[in-house]
């Protein structure tokens, strides 16, 4: 049962571009969404959140919009960088409970 | 450095061997995960500990797998006979709080042969 969804394996964006990754859940009970963002051989590491009380959240190059009606969140990267390359994964979760992540999108950017 | 540890980053093992990995958390988070990572997925959770208390074990944690968590300090994730399909990254993270972003490691990249 995948409760948090990327449905776009692969993203590629020309470098200056916008990014933008999305994110689907099915649990209404999560409260607290993370993006991470993940190298090769390297564990995730934490990019931005937002709480279900707010429908957006900036952090420099990088905002996340959320709509619980939907049940989508995006992450919004401006202007992308050849270092934005990597794999970007949704992560939510519920009261004091673990994180669920989703399966990731790999972002390239393009020169 | 005062990032989370894992060590060792690599290990080759012939299935049916015993593998036990170390997770050294930052000094003042008390709460302590373990997830793994497979390719093409996103780390899925295993256990998490609260201090010394192991509070919860996923469904994929069989009874080959164990972890510890004693003094509350590092965590060590055991694997008894191990299966090919263990082969994956295990990744384990600290936190303060429960609401508070997860600090990961680096992983360990088991392969088992």
């Known amino acids: 049962d995948q409760q948090v969804k990327q449905n776009s394996p692969s993203l590629s964006v020309q470098e200056g571009r916008i990014s933008i990754l999305n994110c689907d859940y099915t649990?209404?009970?999560?409260?607290?969404f993370l993006w991470y963002k993940k190298y090769p051989a390297e564990g995730p590491t934490f990019l931005i959140s937002?709480?279900?009380?707010?429908d957006k959240n900036e952090d420099g190059r990088f905002t996340v919009f959320l709509n619980k009606s939907a049940k989508h969140l995006s992450l919004h990267i401006v202007p992308s960088q050849p270092g934005d390359s990597a794999v970007y994964f949704c992560?939510?979760?519920?009261?004091?409970?673990?994180?669920?992540f989703g399966t990731g999108t790999r972002l390239t950017i393009i020169p | 450095d005062t990032g989370v540890s894992q060590d060792p980053r690599h290990k080759i093992t012939k299935r049916g061997q015993n593998v036990t990995f170390r997770c050294d958390p930052i000094s003042e988070h008390n709460r302590l995960y373990w997830y793994r990572q497979t390719l093409g997925q996103g780390p899925e959770f295993l256990t998490y500990?609260?201090?010394?208390?192991?509070?919860?074990k996923s469904r994929l944690l069989s009874d080959r797998f164990s972890a510890e968590r004693p003094k509350g300090s590092f965590s060590t994730l055991e694997i008894q006979r191990t299966e090919q399909g263990d082969s994956a990254m295990y990744l384990c993270?600290?936190?303060?709080?429960?609401?508070?972003?997860?600090?990961f490691g680096s992983g360990t990249q088991l392969s088992v042969l």
């Open positions: 993270a600290s936190v303060s709080g429960g609401r508070e972003k997860l600090f």
């Open positions: 937002i709480s279900s009380i707010k």
């Open positions: 500990f609260q201090n010394e208390a192991q509070l919860e």
């Open positions: 649990n209404s009970m999560f409260d607290y």
């Open positions: 992560a939510a979760s519920w009261g004091n409970e673990k994180l669920t």
